[in-house]
């Protein structure tokens, strides 16, 4: 199995930043799409941002400017630093990794997700 794991959730203020990182580890043979999603209080999943292997960051409007996506391929590791935070974006943050195991086999894995907590 390919596991996910988010980290850097936690508690800032409103105007502050946060990097949060998706560490991918098992057998893997590409990562073709990374994505992160959130969950607010009482909203639905939303997609943040979708990035294709080797093409753009796609944002969406209520993050672009601020939320900014990179990534480490030697460690499997996708980045997403938020700056500018609001009290809005409150939400458990979740990493999508989508690809090919070696002989491949799709994998499509998700984090247990990372909360952060923007106070006004």
């Known amino acids: 199995q390919v596991q996910v794991v988010e980290s850097g959730g936690g508690l800032v203020q409103a105007g502050g930043s946060r990097r949060l990182s998706c560490a991918a580890s098992?057998?893997?043979?590409?990562?073709?799409?990374m994505a992160w999603y959130r969950q607010g209080p009482g909203k639905q999943r939303e997609l943040v941002t979708t990035?294709?292997?080797?093409?753009?960051?796609n944002y969406a409007d209520s993050v672009k400017g601020r939320f900014f996506v990179s990534r480490d391929n030697a460690k499997n590791t996708v980045y997403l630093q938020m700056n500018s935070l609001k009290p809005e974006d409150t939400a458990v943050y979740y990493c999508?990794?989508?690809?090919?195991?070696?002989?491949?086999?799709?994998?499509?894995?998700w984090g247990q997700g990372t909360q952060v907590t923007v106070s006004s």
């Open positions: 098992g057998t893997i043979g590409s990562i073709d799409t």
């Open positions: 990035t294709p292997s080797g093409g753009s960051t």
């Open positions: 999508n990794l989508m690809g090919k195991r070696p002989w491949g086999a799709l994998f499509n894995s």
